[in-house]
């Protein structure tokens, strides 16, 4: 029998699924039905029980109530290894790669798991191949610690491809693609919905699914809203579908602004001076990168993936060392004095991947404030949880109670959390590292308000590192572009052409 279907073929419903976490109903009698030749869009805001579908279908989450059928069949997933059986196949928003190994290691791994076996040269060939589908070149000898988040996000997309899934499960891997490597991997996509195979995009970017999906599902408080066919598309709408009938004039982070309390508001400035430093490999991957930043200036820090910006948030936070060059925050040299001294200097991080860098998936969100503050400031339990409790409402974090683990939180919440804890304890300096990657538009156009507002009225300097243009023309009084690990050009936002940064960032 061959492995995919003709067009309209119904290859996997799922009934009445509900799923719940302590405190929290993440899905409440959620059904679906997934056609060959197909890319399903589901959209929700943070928290609308999104990826917890996706997890339950790839095997990692089982349901309370509800079931699957695959072709007809009901059958039980009980792990990610029965839904390869299956051919289904799960693309986390979290890479889920070996640091320490090569990228033909990973690819050659998973095959092997699921019962593929195959020489590594072989092996190394078809990533090769892969890779220049899709339109993201990437060493296939490199180690995974080398590479960025997105590059990362396409090595499992490669993993993918290659065990020739019939249901593909996409959790937002879309979202810091260059726009040239955006469309090549829509066009894969599509691709693959030629053959007969089935994709499920999960995503909150509206713009997203509208454009490439055939049909859309809106999720809402783990809840199915309507699923809608394309000629039914209207981006209005389906935000109205997402966010209820006032979406627009919401602001989420509104009530947390006024609550800030910067109780230091001495000069705040970060410089860094000709520095350089190394990939794990020893090679150069900053070079001779000079910056300035003023207190209460934003400068924002663009370039396409793999240009130096993880590395660069990296240096100023304390956790990659300066192999030459100074980095001076307040007129305090903090170069190679690690991040404990740079934390205590006032410099706050929200980054990309916060269960990589900022929290412990494993602590409560009390537990992670606390990390958050210690040396600092002591706080008595009571305090902090109340404080947690505070935060947990004024951010909209989806978690029954400052006891709630992190690492049950969804994506965005988890992210929701990270920001919240930096805005409210950050005192001279903020370093933000991609931080939309799991956020929905919504929160995102208020956190980058929150942002200008902050930095204006606390005098706080800020970083603002991303691979998308449009979000650091949106929050930056300053612009400098990387390229290649060298600061290629700064520019005041008034005084730069977006065509000038496009140029300079691929050069």
Known sequence: MSMFFPPGRLILRVVGLTKRFPGVLALDRVSLELYSSEIHSILGENGSGKSTLAKIIAGIYTPDEGYIEILGKSVKLLNPIDAVSYGIYYIPQTPNLIERLTVVENVLMVMRSYGVFARTSSIRDLVVEEFRRIGSPVDPEARVSELSYTQRQVVELVRASLLRVRVLLVDEVTTYLPTSIRERFYGYLRKMKSEGRTVLLITHKVSEAVDVADRVTVLRSGRVVRTLERAEFDVDYVRRLMFGEDYSASELLKNALSSISITENRRAVVKLDRVWTASENGGPVLKDVELSVK??????????????????????????????????????????????????????????????????????????LALAIRGRLFLPLKLLTSKTRELIEKYGIAAASPKTPVKVLSGGNVMRFAIARELEFAKKVLVVLNPSRSLDERFVSSFTSAIRKLSQSSNLSVIYISESLDEVLRVSDSIAVISGGRIVGTFTRESVEREVLEKLMVM
Do not use: H, W
């Open 295 to 368: 207190p209460g200036e934003v400068l924002g820090i663009v370039g396409i993936s793999g240009s130096g910006q993880r590395e660069l948030a990296e240096v100023l936070v304390g956790l990659r060392p300066v192999k030459s060059g100074r980095y001076y925050v307040d007129g305090l040299d903090v170069t190679n004095r690690g991040p404990e001294v740079i934390r205590a200097a006032g410099v706050g991080f929200i980054s990309e991947a916060p269960l990589y860098y900022n929290l412990s998936g494993d602590l409560s969100l009390v537990e992670n």
